[in-house]
């Protein structure tokens, strides 16, 4: 395996497709993160609901505390899913595929190196501070 990204053989194409599946990565860790966010906050909104619920019992409104009992506190957010199947859903159907994807890619054509784009600019970088001493 190669340790130095300049090592590579890489053709800027090769290069261009690494850069765009690591950040197409990233981006998809980034939508997971909103998707737990929101599985979080709407597991909040319905204990609320559920206080509601009790809420209206004690105010004597027996109809609309029977409603959100039997209608909103139940109901899955998407197509009936409750976001923590939504959550597990885009985990193991999406998440983990696209994940392996990029791993084999980069294992493929970049020894598994990743950030080579970032690596090779870090080490131009600081190559032309040193020259510039």
Do not use: C
């Not at 909104?45 to 409603?67: F, I, P, Q």
């Amino acid at each position: 395996m190669a340790t130095d990204p300049d090592d590579l053989e890489l053709s800027d194409s090769e290069a261009a497709t690494l850069h765009d599946l690591q950040l197409s990565i990233e981006y998809v860790y980034r939508a997971y993160g909103s998707l737990l966010e929101f599985h979080h906050q709407l597991g909040h909104a319905m204990d609320r609901m559920s206080d509601a619920e009790d809420d209206l019992r004690d105010a004597g409104h027996e109809e609309w505390a029977n409603e959100l009992r039997d209608e909103h506190l139940p109901a899955g957010a998407i197509s009936d899913q409750w976001t923590f199947e939504l959550v597990e859903e885009f985990s193991t159907e999406f998440l983990e595929e696209v994940d392996a994807f990029e791993s084999n890619v980069r294992d493929e054509l970049a020894d598994g190196i990743d950030h080579v784009t970032e690596r090779r600019q870090k080490r131009r970088l600081r190559d032309r501070a040193e020259r510039e001493d």
